[in-house]
Structure formats: structure tokens, C-alpha cells
């Protein structure tokens, strides 16, 4: 049995419900995973193997807290030190973790076995500074308080590291000092940022950042790509098996340098910027405005002059295209766990594109979405699966699609 086999258990796993395959030997959930995607992909083509972690324990390199205090009476009532003895909280202590699964409940949370080990070592440094700053934890109910959640990302091979607070007003007080507190704790802090949340909701981030510290945003690299990466872009979170499946995606574009590729929901540009230079010129869309932004900042930074970015709904500026009877060779897309929708996939059938690269984090509706695709002139050649979210039931796939010769 090798060293993914040995099951490390997580003190937290009942009341988290993070991750689903709690307990289960990280071989098995390989095994699942291959028979989700069998399951809703198997049907139009060949899945291949998938490609599992080697050591399958603190990739995510966003790690998100939410913090409260015990209540009195209140539910959490104990939690595990990081040496695993059990200590009771009092009433009054500040905690940070997760909500507990389909509550408001906040489940205390020291370190976590998938989650980056310094994002969790700053977390609870900053919890243990509060008290001194008299920083008070955001009562969702009243909105009376301060500190409502705390995002830390770290860039996998940079080493760069971004620090959200999420504040439910745009007043930190003795914010400089606080600044300079956490940083003598972690030099390896490039940058803080104060996000401002005051609305009753369950997103975490709000619209306004107000930069505590350095540039507001980390750099990482993928693929060679140098990326950078604001508070409210995506970007995904196992870097690692990200560039497996980058690999395989822009293998599968097999491009000879004379293509026209379009990367559709492209986040802060990756897909397209790390193939750009194995075609002939390249389009992106998006939707989120600072991700827009930072993508066509990413081009510039890698000086790839062949690809434009635009911000919009990739559904009707794939309709704009093919209403231009615009055509593409390459089609990346990359939509989220809710798919695709007919708009988009009309006309992506319209631009005809010779292949189709769909990344997809939803075996499900990359299932749904094939069934239009291959109704419409369009075959599955073959699917890779790859684990980007040990111990969680998710899966990540890319797809090829060929389209079919008349
Ligand atoms: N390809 C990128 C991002 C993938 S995540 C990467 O690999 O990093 C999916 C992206 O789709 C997110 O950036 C999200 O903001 C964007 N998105 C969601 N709905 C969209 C829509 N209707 N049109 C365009 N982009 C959308």
C-alpha cells in the first residue's frame, strides 16, 4: 500500500462535509471519479485513465475562512488543537473555519488536509492578533462587529501571497500597524487587501478593494506563463494538476501555428495565452471585468501580442461572432459547473470550429452539452479525466471534439 493509501483522518470531516470522500482510500476515489465521468461522458466516447495527485494533501492554494465567536450556549462548542487534544471553547472565543454544511453554523477550524499550510498558519495568526487590535468578528444577524471572512491565496511556484479581509465596513483601525503585526509573522505576505462587504448575503467578497499593502494582486506561473491574479478573478485552485490539464487541453488543440482560437470563459486568460504562441492569433471573452483586466494584463506581461481579450456573456459574443459569420479553427471553453447554454453552443457551431477543447469541472453538464454538440455536427473523440480536488467528489475533464467532415 503506498502513501496515498494511508488515510490521514480529519478531525472536522463530520461537521465540514467538505470533502465527501472522507475515509475512502485516495485509489477508490480515483475509481469513483472515473465512474462519474464514464457514467455521463462514456456514452459519446473513450474516457481515458485518470490522472490522480502523488501526494493528494494541501493543494488548494485559495484557502477562505469565515470567522465568529462562541456564543454563549452557542453551537461550537470544541475543537481540536493542532496536536489533536481536544480543548473546550469558551464563550466570547474568536473562531474561523467553514460554515458547517447547509448552515450558518461555523465549524472552528485550525488546519485543514487539503488547504495550503501557510494560508492556514496566517489565518490563525490573524485570528490570534484580534483581540489586540480590538477587531471585532461580524455578527451576520445585527451587523454589529468587523471581520467577516479572510482569503488568503498563495501562488504555487512564486511563493507570492495575497491576504482578504473582509470587513462588513471600509474602516480597519490601526490598519497600518495590523499590516505590519501580520507581516513580522509572515514576511512571505506580499500583499493585503481590505474587501468590503456590508450586504447581507452569502458571497463572500464584496465590489470594493481598497489595497492595505503592496499591489493588490499575485503573481504565479503556469505552463511557463507568468499569471496574475486579483481577488475576484478565478483561478484554479490545484495548481499542480492544473498544468496536466492544461497540457492535455492544448494538446488536444493540436495546433501547427495557422490557427484562429477562440478561449471562451477564460478567466484571467490562461488556456489561450499558454497556446497563443502555436497559433496564428487568438480571441478570449469573459465576463468578469477584473479578470478581463488582468488577462489582458497577463498578455502584455508575457508579451503575446496575437490574442485579444473582451469582456461579456460568452453566449451572445458567440452570437456577435457567428452573426459575422467570423469563423474559428480552435474552440477552447471553459464554462462553469452549470455548463454551457444553447446561445453559446449554436453559434459555436456556426464559427464550426475543426475542434472543440471543453474543460469542464461538471461531468454532467459536459454530458448535456455534448448531446447538443454531437447532434450538430460534432463527435466526442476523447475524454481525459484529472483530479484536481482530492477527497471532494468533484472532477475536472477535457474533451475533444472533432467536427464531422460533410
Ligand atoms: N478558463 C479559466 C476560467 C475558468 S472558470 C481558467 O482556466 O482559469 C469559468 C469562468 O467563466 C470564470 O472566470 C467566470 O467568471 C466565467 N463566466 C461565468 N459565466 C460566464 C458567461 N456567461 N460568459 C463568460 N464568462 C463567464
Request: charged share 25%; with cysteine; net charge positive.
Amino acid at each position: 500500500m503506498g502513501e496515498n493509501n494511508t488515510q490521514i483522518t480529519c478531525p472536522y470531516a463530520k461537521k465540514c462535509g467538505g470533502c465527501e470522500y472522507q475515509g475512502m482510500e485516495y485509489e477508490r476515489q480515483l475509481k469513483e471519479k472515473q465512474a462519474q465521468v464514464k457514467k455521463y461522458v462514456g456514452g459519446y466516447c473513450k474516457v481515458r485513465p485518470i490522472l490522480g495527485m502523488e501526494n493528494p494533501y494541501h493543494y488548494r492554494n485559495k484557502v477562505h475562512a469565515v470567522f465568529d465567536i462562541v456564543k454563549k450556549g452557542g453551537a461550537p462548542k470544541s475543537s481540536r488543537g493542532k496536536g489533536g487534544g481536544r480543548k473546550e471553547l469558551l464563550p466570547g472565543t474568536i473562531i474561523s473555519g467553514v460554515y458547517a454544511a447547509g448552515t450558518h453554523e461555523v465549524v472552528p477550524i485550525d488546519s485543514c488536509l487539503i488547504e495550503d499550510e501557510t494560508a492556514d498558519a496566517i489565518i490563525r495568526d490573524i485570528r490570534g492578533l484580534m483581540r489586540s487590535f480590538k477587531i471585532k468578528t461580524y455578527d451576520e444577524d445585527t451587523g454589529y462587529g468587523l471581520l467577516r471572512h479572510v482569503l488568503v491565496r498563495r501562488g504555487f511556484h512564486s511563493g507570492e501571497v495575497m491576504v482578504v479581509l473582509v470587513l462588513g465596513d471600509p474602516i480597519l483601525p490601526s490598519k497600518n500597524n495590523f499590516v505590519k503585526a501580520l507581516r513580522r509573522l509572515h514576511p512571505e505576505i506580499t500583499t493585503m487587501i481590505l474587501n468590503v462587504n456590508s450586504k447581507k448575503t452569502s458571497m463572500v467578497l464584496g465590489e470594493r478593494n481598497i489595497v492595505l499593502y503592496g499591489k493588490g494582486y499575485i503573481e504565479d506561473e503556469l505552463c511557463g506563463r507568468t499569471f496574475r491574479i486579483s481577488p475576484h478573478s478565478f483561478y484554479q485552485v490545484n495548481p499542480v494538476q492544473t498544468e496536466l490539464l492544461y497540457q492535455k487541453a492544448v494538446e488536444y488543440a493540436g495546433l501547427t501555428g495557422k490557427e484562429r482560437i477562440v478561449d471562451a470563459y477564460c478567466g484571467i486568460g490562461t488556456i489561450g495565452l499558454i497556446a497563443a504562441d502555436q497559433a496564428r492569433e487568438g480571441i478570449g471573452v469573459e465576463l468578469n471585468p477584473d479578470a478581463v483586466r488582468d488577462a489582458i494584463t497577463n498578455a502584455k506581461r508575457n508579451g503575446i501580442r496575437n490574442i485579444r481579450f473582451y469582456q461579456g456573456d460568452a453566449g451572445e459574443f458567440m452570437t456577435e461572432m457567428a452573426a459575422k459569420k467570423e469563423k474559428a479553427d480552435v474552440l477552447f471553453m471553459d464554462p462553469p459547473r452549470s455548463g454551457s447554454d444553447e446561445a453559446f453552443l449554436s453559434s459555436a457551431v456556426k464559427l464550426s470550429p475543426k475542434r472543440i477543447v471543453y474543460i469542464s469541472c461538471n461531468p454532467e453538464t459536459l454530458g448535456r452539452d455534448l448531446g447538443y454538440l454531437t447532434k450538430h455536427g460534432y463527435r466526442a473523440a476523447e475524454c481525459q479525466p484529472v483530479d484536481l480536488f482530492p477527497w471532494t467528489g468533484h472532477v475536472e475533464c477535457v474533451c475533444l471534439m472533432t467536427r464531422k467532415e460533410k
